[in-house]
Structures are given as C-alpha cells and as structure tokens.
C-alpha cells in the first residue's frame, strides 16, 4: 500500500497507516490528537461512544412534509382573481392557491376513474369534471364535495368542456363526435349537436349571451358554428390543414381568432364567417391568447389594433400584430435545450397569463410585461438526487429526469426552475457553507451554482472534460476549493474551484466561469456510481459496477487500497464523519463497513430484500440510514448491527438521501417523482413515553388509594379508562373480598356507564377462557345478565361474538368439579357460573 496519508480535520489530526492499530473485530480507534471534540473508537469493535447530549441515538423519524406530484398533464385553469388554479393530476382536479402552492382541494370522483376534462364557471362558482366512466360531476369546489352527478350521455369519454358567459349553459364535446349542452342551474339537456367527424377536441361559447353561438372543432380541423335558437350549424369554417387548438374572441365579439398544429393562426370575422388575414407563426402553435386592445411598450404594442400571444413547441412566448402578421415581441431564449408550451391562459381580471411547458412547469406571468411572478413544478416525474441548500437548511434542490433543476424554499414552497443542462441531470452535491452546490448531467458537463441571500440561484460555472455520462459528484467537505466526479467513462477527475468564484461570488458579466480539470485518473473497469471525499479533504472513495470500492489519495489520485466483498456492484460510498470508516451500499441487498486502515470488513447489514441506493451517517457516525430500491428507509445502529426503524413512504427506488446540518432531519427523493422531508421524532416520542408512563403511575397510585378507601366505583371506573384487563381484574377481586361482596358488586358494575360496562364485557371474555379468574368474570357476566334489560344488551356493540366466545367456556365451568381452585364464597349465589347466557335474552330470543 502507498505511504501514509495525513489527514487534518477541523477536530485534529487523523492519521492512516498501513501499521495501524486495530481492536479486534470492529473499528480502529482514532487518534487522540483529535481531542475529546469528536470521541475515539469504541472498545471491541465498536463506533466512537456518542458524546452526552448531542449524538443519541436515534429511534424514528416521521414524514415532516411531502412534495408530490400536482399535474401531470392535460387542462390547467386560473379562476378569474388569480388566486387559484385549476390542475388535472390523473383520476383527480386539484386547486392550488396561487400565493403559497399549497393543495387546497383534490378533488376526485365516485367512479375514481380518470378525469378527462374540466372547467370552471367565468363566475368561478361552478366547477364540472368529466371522467372515463362517462359521469359528469358538478362541484362545490371550495367546499370539495359533489352537488350533482349525472351520465354523460356520449357514448365515448368527454374531451373537452366549456361554460357559457352567463354560468349557466355547459357544452361537452365527446371522442364520438357528438357536442352537447347542458343546463346546469335547471339540471337537463338542451341541445345535441351531430355531424363533427372524430374526436370533438375544442368547444368554445360565443362571448355575448344574446347571440347564442356555440363554435367546435373536430378531428378535419375545421371550425363549426352552432346556433342554439335554431338548433342547426350556420357555418363550417376552414382554413386550417391540422387540428385546431385555440379558440379566442375580441371584446367586441365580432373577431375570432384560431390557432393550429399547423403553424398558422387565422382571424375570422364572425359576420361573415370568413378568414380576413391567416398569420404564419412557424411554429405549432398549442395556444393563442387575444391581448387587451390597449398600449402595452414592454410587449412592443404601440397602438390599439388587435394583438396576440402565442405559446407552442419552439417553448416561447411571442406577441403578434393581427393587421400586418409581425411579430412584436419575442421572449428570450433560456439557458439549456428548449421547451416546447403546451398550454397558455389568460386570466384578464387578474392580470395574469399562466404557460405550461412539456415537462409539466408552470410558470405565472405578469400579463402586460411577461415578467415571471411564480414557477410551480407540476410533475417531476424520476427524482434522482435531493440536496439540503442553505445555511440553515432553509430551500432543497431537486435533480429529476429532466435537464433543469427545481429549488424549493422549505417555508413557503416558492419553486425556482433552473436551465443549464441539455440532458438529464443524475447528481447534486453541496458545499460546506452551503450557498455554493454542483450538479452533473448525461450531457457530460458539470455546472456550480450559487444561491444569493434572496434565495435566487444563479449558475456561475460549467465544466466539461468526461466522454460518458457523469453520475457521482461530491464536494470538498473543508473549503470551497475543489470538487471531484465521477463517470461512465470509468474516470474520476478533481476541479478545482475558481478564485473569481471565491472573491466575487458571482460569474463575471461574459457569463459563467469555465472549470478546467486539475487531475484525471481512471479508476475503475467499469461505471462509477459514487464518489466521497474524507470529511479532510485529502481522500478520496469511489465505487462501481465492478462490484469493489477504492481509496485514493487526494489531489493526485494515487491509489491507496482496494475494498472487496461485495458480490455486486456498488451504488454508494461514504466516509464516517468521525471514525477511520468507509461505508458502502450495494445492489446485493447490503451495506457494510470497512477498515480504512487495512481495508477489511467490519460489519455488514442486511436487511433490504432489494439493492441498497444510497447509504449516510447519522448520530455523529454510530447510526446508518440507507435508501433502497424497495422504496424503504431502514435506520441501523452501527454498534449491535440493529436494523431500529423500517420506514415506508415510497412506492418505488429511493435514489435521493440527504442529512441536514443539525441531523435532526433528513430528505429522500424517489422514482415515485415524491421528495419527502422526515424529521427526527426520537425525542419527542421518548417525551410522551416518559409522560405517559408517569401519568400511569400517577394512576396506579390513585387505583392503590380508592381500593384501600374501598371507593370501588371509581376505581373500577379508573381501571377501566386505562384499559388494561388485568388491573380491572384486580379490582374486582378486591370488591369480591369484600364481606358485602354480592352487593357490592352489582351495585358498582350497574352504576358504570354503558361504555365502561361494554369494555367490562369485553374483559369477561378474557377472563372466562382461564379456570383461575373464570369465577371473577361470571360474577360480572351474572350481574350484567341479571340486571340489565336484554334490550340494552343487545345494543352493545361486538355482544353477538362476545357471546359467542363466552358461551364454550361458561358450559365448561358449569360442569362439576371445574375451576376447584376457586375457593368457595358464602355468597354462592352471586359466584355460581351462569348455567348460560342465552337464558338472559328469553326475552329476545330473536337476537341470538
């Protein structure tokens, strides 16, 4: 092995050498220059003891907070004040509030199929879904509950939907080519339209009540004008050659403007039903938006003419000139490859203008200068990598199948998408002050970011030097000087930071800074999946699919040892934050520990019935969680090898596992597209404990005093609400000693409430099926039998299998000679078993 490497950590020094003293069978002791900041290795092959008050271990951890999936394609809908917005998400419509992102409402109905179309009256109080079980239902959405269900009448699931001005008419455009209207206020039918071929994809209302027009388009893309007076189509409008995908009017109502798949948008004068200008926009345009009639200098309209916007798969917002067919104004292009717009909206009164992009972002703008208000990720669909950001933990960083980046602020769940990557981003990793963070793409580059004290990330740098992919990443762990990556092209390669990155803080103006590679070394035969760096920057951990783990010496990269066990390939490496340990994950199911002294395993922990994804220390190195492709969490502690918790929240490969600064939360990301965030709960659960055990004692005592003061009704009522069977048996053989027993007895159990008599009932049960209490228990059976009317009786909840078990029992110790323990009491009567309780419901017998 190469010569010792010197390591300095911030709590001492830790040196690793080849003559390293071992204890046996566990962890090699660290060195006692490290001070009593950090605690050495632990007697007998066990991890450093945890220092008092701050590395206790841990025993659960509970879900905090949960980003899940809100959209994942179709219809989206801002009621007209902005503040909510209208989503489909599978078989549910969920109503987001705009300020917060929070899910108010999900909405979902009976038939739990999936929702097909949805919309919301102008008056934003009526909402309407169209499921594939063709059922209409008609929503009091703020309450979330369903005012009326009706069949659909279409004999193919409803495409589209779209209420009138007045709030009043509802048309639903059906896959069987039908269009039909609805009354919503008086609950019928109103019109039936036929004669669209194909699916009827776009209906749209005429913007004057008193004109009653209603327009469609189907699959031969040409628009169909309907009257409702007449009940008869006044007009068949064609001018587009693919479908149809906007509908929109003039204030005036006598202007229609159409946009198509086929890179054109039409105005039409709805007097003559003819096309006046047909505007080439090259592009497919998804949605086209008539802009208010008015001067808007930020979007380039300068008169009052007739403008619009549109949004389609070259991903930008454009504003067109009706009269002339210019293009006026033009989004700019962002960072990273393009996204195609596959919905836009305009909410007129508030102001607003909300686009949807391919990979299901929505982003909020302000209408008259497209200025980004709000970003709200929809969909993330594979989350591969999660990271805390901050100084404080306050915002996470979420790598998913994308190329862009989504940053959340934890306390308002504000979402900023960040483009720079042209391919799928695989990991992120974040620097010790946390401010500064990298990711790595399967476009072969590397960008760094930087979040300001605003919470606004910017990209300051990228790099690019690998020829595959690059899937493991990780950051100096001291200084923000040099990171180190990982690739499919076997290599890991070392870079070091910029100083302008340092002093500035910030790209210069030319844009971000270019990363060059300081050291190149190739490592493994085939692709690494992970990379670590010693919490003192001067080793280096890889793993692969070779199945083997190996330790380098930083910054050149010479080879230290090799870590071999594992029978497949690794997905995670890690180092001990306090001892002389490397932790591995593998896709055999396993997680172990090895000596970083002479390379051997310590531990191994099984536990996971699938591969282990990723692997971290917590409780200052004693404990372990590891994420696996079952989508289980397991919390270990690294002493006894114990598996302490199993925690079960995703559905699928928990590739993301992130610990925070304090150790007192953690945060996962899934290929469930769910990012969780779990919270340490292992104090708090030890404090209820603790309350609830004295709050029993508390209790007992109190029991002990009302039995000796003979104050039996309360303590068996006591007993009773701790629901513990045997300290009610114990009170009740108190009673039963009594020299006054018989009536002691009955007087205390009639007095019960009917809920303390049904738990007492219950307790018979248990007691009846053991020969030593049977006798306690048919005394309460008897007096309950006695006593209480068979009506009551009967209205016990669970009385007929409480019978049912008590009978067997009762005949047996009715027979003679059973249960002769029992010593005999002068009170025979009230002792005797019931010969059976059936005879206490004579007058019933119907029950039974």
């Known amino acids: 092995m190469a010569p010792s490497a010197q390591l300095v950590t911030s709590q001492g020094s830790w040196t690793v050498t080849p003559s390293a003293a071992r ?257 080439p926009a090259f592009e497919s345009v998804e949605a086209a938006v008539l802009l208010p009639e008015e001067p808007a200098p930020e979007l380039g309209i300068k008169s009052t003419g007739l403008h619009f916007l549109t949004a389609g798969d070259q991903g930008l917002l454009r504003v067109w000139e009706a009269a002339s067919g210019q293009c006026v104004y033009m989004q700019q292009q962002p960072p990273g490859p393009r996204q195609e717009l596959t919905r836009c909206a305009l909410a007129r009164s508030a102001g607003l203008l909300l686009a949807v992009t391919a990979d299901h972002n929505l982003l909020l703008y302000e209408a008259r200068s497209l200025q980004l208000q709000k970003q709200f990720a929809g969909y993330s669909e594979e989350v591969l990598d999660v990271r805390f950001l901050g100084p404080e933990d306050s915002h996470i960083v979420v790598a998913s199948n994308s190329p862009s980046l989504k940053v959340f602020e934890l306390q308002t769940m504000a979402c900023q998408i960040l483009h720079g990557h042209t391919d799928i981003v695989l990991a992120l990793d974040v620097f010790r002050k946390g401010r500064l963070f990298a990711s790595c793409a399967k476009d072969q580059s590397i960008c760094l970011w930087r979040m300001n004290k605003a919470g606004k990330v910017t990209r300051v740098a990228q790099g690019s030097g690998h020829t595959h992919s690059v899937g493991a990443l990780c950051c100096s762990r001291l200084k923000e000087t040099f990171l180190v990556t990982g690739s499919q092209d076997c290599t890991v390669k070392v870079w070091p930071v910029p ?138 502690t690294i002493k006894n090898n114990e598996c302490v918790k199993t925690l079960d929240a995703h559905e699928d490969k928990v590739w993301g596992l992130h610990c925070s600064r304090l150790d007192d939360r953690a945060l996962t990301g899934a290929s469930d597209s769910c990012v969780i965030l779990w919270k340490d709960v292992t104090e708090v659960e030890q404090a209820e404990e603790q309350a609830r055990r004295e709050e029993e004692v508390v209790k007992q005592q109190e029991l002990d005093n009302l039995l000796h003061e003979k104050r039996y009704l309360r303590a068996l009522g006591l007993a009773i609400s701790l629901d513990r069977p045997h300290t009610v048996l114990t009170v009740i053989q108190a009673i039963r000693r009594d020299p006054e027993a018989c009536e002691k007895l009955g007087a205390t159990v009639l007095r019960l409430r009917r809920d303390q008599k049904e738990a007492l009932l219950r307790f018979c049960v248990t007691w009846n099926t053991n020969s030593r209490h049977c006798h306690d228990a048919q005394a309460v059976l008897g007096v309950l039998l006695r006593h209480e009317p068979p009506e009551e009786l009967l209205a016990y909840p669970g009385v007929q299998s409480s019978l049912e078990a008590l009978l067997p029992y009762t005949g047996t110790w009715a027979r003679p000679g059973a249960g002769q323990e029992q010593p005999a009491s002068p009170h025979g009567a009230a002792d005797a078993p019931v010969s059976s309780p059936r005879a206490a419901f004579s007058a019933a017998p119907s029950a039974l």
């Not at 078989?91 to 917060?100: H, K, P, Y």
């Not at 202007?255 to 004068?269: F, N, P």
């Not at 306090?578 to 593998?586: C, F, I, K, R």
């Open 23 to 279: 204890r046996p069978g566990g962890v090699a002791p660290a060195s006692p220059s490290r001070g009593g900041g950090g605690g050495g290795g632990g007697g007998g092959g066990d991890m450093a003891e945890p220092v008092a008050g701050v590395g206790r271990f841990k025993a659960n951890y509970a879900v905090e907070r949960k980003i899940e999936p809100f959209y994942k394609g179709g219809k989206v809908q801002l009621d007209q004040t902005g503040q909510h917005l209208f989503c489909i998400c599978g078989t549910r419509v969920n109503i987001l509030d705009v300020a917060s992102g929070a899910v108010l409402q999900s909405l979902e109905q009976e038939d739990q199929e999936d929702i097909t179309a949805f919309d919301l009256s102008p008056d934003s109080e009526v909402l309407v879904t169209a499921s594939r079980a063709l059922l209409l239902a008609q929503w009091a959405w703020r309450e979330g509950s369903v005012t009326r269900l009706w069949k659909a009448v279409h004999t193919a699931p409803v495409a589209t939907m779209a209420f009138d001005p007045t709030s009043t008419l509802l048309a639903t455009g059906g896959c069987d080519g039908a269009v039909r209207v609805w009354d919503v206020v008086r609950h019928y039918g109103t019109h039936h339209f036929r004669g669209s071929p194909g699916v009827v994809h776009l209906v749209a209302f005429h913007p004057d009540p008193a004109r009653l027009l209603l327009f469609s388009s189907a699959a031969d893309a040409a628009i169909r004008a309907w009257s409702l007076q007449d009940q008869s189509c006044l007009a068949v409008m064609t001018a587009h050659y693919s479908a149809v995908t906007s509908l929109t009017f003039s204030a005036d109502g006598h202007t229609m403007l159409s946009s198509g798949r086929d890179k054109i948008c039409v105005v039409w004068d709805l007097r003559s039903h003819q096309a006046t200008r047909t505007v």
């Open 499 to 636: 100083e302008a990155l340092l002093s500035k803080g910030a790209a210069p103006d030319g844009g971000p800074i270019l990363l060059q590679a300081q050291a190149t070394q190739r490592c493994h035969d085939k692709d690494i999946n992970s990379v670590a760096i010693a919490p003192n920057d001067k080793l280096l951990a890889t793993g692969s699919q070779d199945r083997t783990a190996k330790l380098w010496a930083l910054p050149q990269c010479q080879l230290l040892g090799v870590f071999s066990g594992h029978r497949r390939g690794l997905w995670c490496v890690q180092f001990s934050p306090m001892d002389q340990v490397l932790a591995t994950a593998s896709a055999d199911g396993t997680v172990k520990l090895w000596a970083l002294q002479d390379f051997s395993c310590l531990k191994t922990f099984e536990g996971h019935d699938a591969s282990v994804l990723k692997v971290a220390f917590v409780s200052r190195g004693t404990q372990l969680l590891s994420s696996g492709s079952d989508g289980l969490l397991k919390l270990w």
